[in-house]
């Protein structure tokens, strides 16, 4: 095996490309805002307007501008070429296309929220090595957090109280609180007690934790029990300058569901726990569908406001927006900046201590301990920032659409945010973004586009490519693990690990022989870090 | 509701979750044989269930106008689709988990899921270019015709069933019977032939197993072709219990019969069979009674609330995973190092 050697990357000498970057950022800003304006599009031929206004057509140009970005982060330019590009895309052409066209800017925010949403499971899968298969769990506390408070629901739900419970909120809240605090120092105990679980102290760690969450449901029911009496004035919802607040809070409710169902399930291995937070994100949801009084049911929560600025607001019509408009123009913008700050913190984490321990997880679990990475704990924190990623977006998610209902936090949310991750590489920060975009771009704008331009082959509805999601979304899957398992833009780490067995000279034992098995390097028994395959050890429910 | 009237009520649940449990337990045999010779959860055995659904589907749909008996045309159906999901399930093997067998756990398991999408949309497409989504099954006359019902008069089991008030139709004592025929041939196979032993000797150590003079990738493709086989005719039953399947119509009987598997202990074929016919009667029970959807509601008996089920079903699993990780009738292992 070849050791790993830092910076034993061979020398870079792709020639600089600076000039063909602007000259193709030019261009395609060019065709991106001549396909979008309809005044301009207007004094082109007509044969070529009709080319320009084809869905599939813009959809392309769409693609080729956000191509750009990619360009700049890759090719070799200058720096002043490559902020220059990225810096006049994200915050002039773009918006500007959005003008006419909101579907460009929806379609920019969404990819924003799905990047942001890529890089959280990208810290359990990617770095932790957790597959959790029900992320989209969190994005819906953060938007339920933000949709129940923000639109006329919590006047609902305050009305409700307040015609059909009796006066005893204080009693409530206070014995929730109690309850509460009991059942957690207690869990505090038994965690401390640690070594080996006992059964009692497995079904004390149950009680204790039924407790808890019996505790914190008193609590929040005694708390609206004693807002009833304010129903009235909350009829549409809380002031919309609450929205900041409520950024903060998703992040902290949606962090702390993710330590709920994470406590109870972190000492399950890969295929347990991927099964098990498949189910709980599903919990998730059927509760979203039948917490009729809280959610709305299935029919969802409509309308949900956003937050209001008004010097933000003047700023986009005094540049043409129309007044509908303000509110996308204002969230692009917000996460745009929400999107740099987890950037930022990603690539913090990625080298601090807590990422370095996720990372010794991810490759062994048992070694990581014997070094002295407390388990529970760095995957509880791995999880609950994960989470905390994911509700945030929630909320901008919540305030874009206006409209938030079960069905947009199904199982298949989790997996396109799998694809996204698997697509770009797992534990690459830019690769993820990278597979946000591409996935997004696909699934909201290309494959429709493709669904209109094959109209006139009158297929039946049912095969219509506008829903070929799953075969892409798989495909995805499949083709990444067999053919590029680092992914499009993998980290250095991921890469050189992937890459680790390759033999110079290009000769691999075939590996899907009993000779293959019989090779050290391939033998379960040998441990290569993240290569070696742990079935013996991993067989059998896998308890720590 | 007193207690006479509750009673045969509650039996009469508790086997209707049995035919349930019975057609589970056959989709977690194809599970649990799977993970036992690779420790692979195949998520895409979801959607050869469903393979062997739709082609019973057709099947049926090609034979009703003939002029046949239909046990007959159940019997062609399920060899067909014993065929279709055991040749797919080892299509599947070969393409997408072999070239893998060495690759870190988290690698095979994210092909699965993709596998299982891709699969879902295939066979979307492959039915809706005839324009059909929903796939109703045409049952030969006879098949929904109550067995031993309050009024018809017969003997033995059925008269006992039938004087406490429980009717089951034709076609769930059939479902029954089709799963005890393939559970005993399936049993025979594993633990009486020498291709059993074979698979039992992989399952245990594949590499030593492969020094024995055993071919373990063959062994594995027999497995899969196996634990496909048993996907087609449980598939052919969900058809026949629910009469209806369409391409999505895999993921809950999926992750229920996985549970199951899981709860009888991953690898034991007859704790797949045990967690199989648990997991029915417990959904069945929940879905009566309601009582994750509030209160305990028996006053509303037999109004079902599926999306409470699912629940049941995942909570029924956190809680085997929690406190007794390999299940009912699973070994414990001690984890190496």
């Known amino acids: 095996m070849t050791a790993i050697r830092p910076g034993s990357q061979p020398p870079v000498t792709a020639p600089d490309r600076s000039i063909a970057l602007i000259v193709l950022a030019v261009i395609s800003s060019a065709l991106l805002l001549i396909s979008q304006e309809s005044s301009w599009l207007s004094r082109l031929p007509s044969a070529l307007a009709n080319f320009l206004k084809n869905p599939l057509v813009a959809s392309l140009v769409l693609t080729f501008f956000l191509a750009n970005l990619l360009f700049a982060y890759r090719w070799n330019a200058s720096l002043w070429a490559k902020l220059l590009v990225g810096g006049l895309s994200l915050f002039l052409i773009l918006p500007w296309a959005g003008r006419d066209n909101t579907s460009v800017l929806d379609l920019a925010i969404q990819i924003g929220i799905f990047a942001a949403l890529s890089l959280g499971l990208n810290i359990v899968v990617g770095l932790a090595g957790l597959l959790d298969l029900g992320y989209i769990a969190f994005f819906a506390v953060g938007a339920y957090t933000w949709g129940i408070f923000g639109s ?22 206070v014995g929730g609180l109690v309850l509460l605090i009991i059942t ?8 401390r007690v640690g070594g080996k679980r006992t059964p009692v102290a497995n079904w004390a760690f149950l009680l204790a934790a039924l407790g808890l969450v019996i505790g914190v449901t008193l609590l929040v029911r005694g708390l609206v029990m004693l807002a009833a009496a304010n129903a009235a004035g909350l009829t549409s919802g809380v002031n919309p300058n609450f929205f900041w607040l409520f950024l903060i809070l998703a992040i902290a409710a949606a962090a702390s569901v993710g330590v709920l169902i994470g406590l109870p399930v972190l000492k399950l291995k890969g295929d347990y726990l991927a099964i098990i937070t498949l189910g709980l994100g599903e919990v998730i949801r059927v509760l979203a569908n039948n917490l009729g009084t809280y959610t709305n049911g299935s029919q969802g929560i409509t309308p949900i406001g956003s937050a209001s600025v008004p010097w933000f607001n003047s700023l ?7 007044p509908d408009q303000y509110n996308l123009f204002f969230l692009y913008f917000v996460v745009l900046i929400i999107i740099a700050v987890i950037v930022l913190a990603n690539m913090r984490l990625d080298r601090s201590k807590i990422g370095r321990a996720w990372i010794a997880i991810r490759e ?6 014997a070094m002295g990475v407390p388990l529970v704990q760095t995957k509880l924190i791995a999880f609950a ?7 945030i977006m929630g909320v901008i998610f919540a305030a874009k659409q206006g409209f938030i209902s079960p069905e947009s936090f199904i199982l298949n949310q989790s997996i396109s945010v799998l694809s996204m991750v698997v697509l770009g590489g797992l534990g690459s920060i830019p690769g993820v973004i990278l597979g946000a975009a591409v996935v997004t771009i696909l699934n909201i704008s290309l494959l429709p586009s493709l669904g209109e331009a094959t109209a006139s082959l009158n297929l039946p509805p049912q095969v219509n490519p506008a829903q070929l999601q799953r075969l892409v979304f798989g495909g995805i899957l499949v083709a990444m693990m067999l053919f590029r398992p680092e992914g499009l833009l993998p980290s250095v780490r991921q890469r050189r690990m992937m890459h680790e067995d390759d033999d110079p000279s290009g000769n691999m034992t075939p590996q899907d022989s009993i000779a293959g098995e019989l090779n050290p390097e391939n033998a379960a028994e040998v441990y290569s870090p993240g290569v070696a395959t742990r079935a013996d050890n991993e067989r059998g429910g896998g308890t720590q | 509701m007193d207690f006479a009237t509750l009673a045969p009520f509650l039996v009469g649940v508790v086997i209707s979750g049995l035919v349930l449990g019975f057609v589970y337990a056959i989709i977690a045999l194809g599970y649990t044989m799977v993970y036992g010779v690779l420790q692979l959860i195949n998520f895409a055995h979801s959607e050869v269930f469903v393979t062997g659904a739709v082609v019973g589907f057709e099947i049926f749909r090609v034979l009703n106008g003939v002029e046949m008996n239909g046990y007959l045309k159940l019997l062609i159906a399920l060899i067909a689709a014993m065929v279709a999901s055991g040749l797919l399930n080892i299509l599947i093997e070969r393409l997408a988990y072999r070239p893998l067998r060495n690759a870190p756990r988290l690698v095979p398991l994210i092909t699965a899921i993709g596998v299982s999408l891709i699969l879902q949309d295939v066979i979307r497409i492959i039915e809706g270019f005839q324009g059909r989504f929903d796939l109703t099954y045409q049952l030969p006359t006879g098949f929904s015709t109550p067995f031993c019902g309050p009024e018809s008069s017969c003997a033995g089991v059925g008269k ?12 769930e004592v059939i479902v029954v019977l089709v799963a005890l025929v393939s559970l005993a041939a399936l049993n025979y196979l594993v633990n009486f032939t020498k291709l059993g032993r074979a698979i039992r000797a992989v399952a245990q150590d594949r590499v030593t197993a492969g020094l024995m003079g055993i071919d373990a990738n063959g062994i594995i493709s027999l497995t899969f072709l196996i634990g496909g086989a048993l996907g087609g005719i449980s598939g052919v039953l969900f058809g026949l219990k629910f009469g209806t399947v369409n391409a999505y119509s895999g993921f809950d009987p999926g992750i229920i019969a996985f549970t199951a598997a899981v709860l009888g202990g991953i690898g034991s074929i007859p704790g797949a069979v045990l967690g199989g016919l648990v997991l029915g009667v417990i959904q069945n029970l929940i879905g009566v009674t309601n009582i994750l959807g509030g209160a305990l509601n028996i006053a509303n008996l037999g109004v079902i609330d599926s999306s409470y089920q699912r629940i049941g079903a995942f909570l029924v699993l956190v809680l085997i995973l929690i406190f007794k990780p390999t299940g009912l009738l699973g070994r414990s292992n001690v984890e190496k190092v």
């Open chain 1, 316 to 322: 986009a019509g005094a540049i043409g927006f129309s």
């Open chain 1, 184 to 191: 957690a120092l207690s869990l505090r105990a038994i965690n």
């Open chain 1, 364 to 369: 062994d679990e048992i070694a990581a301990q």
């Open chain 1, 385 to 391: 920032t994960g989470a905390s990623f994911a509700g």
């Open chain 1, 152 to 173: 006329g629901q919590i006047g609902k739900v305050l009305t409700y109280f307040k015609d059909n419970s009796a006066n005893n909120g204080p009693v409530v809240a």
């Open chain 2, 160 to 171: 006992f069933l039938g004087g406490i008030g429980i009717s089951l139709q034709v076609k």
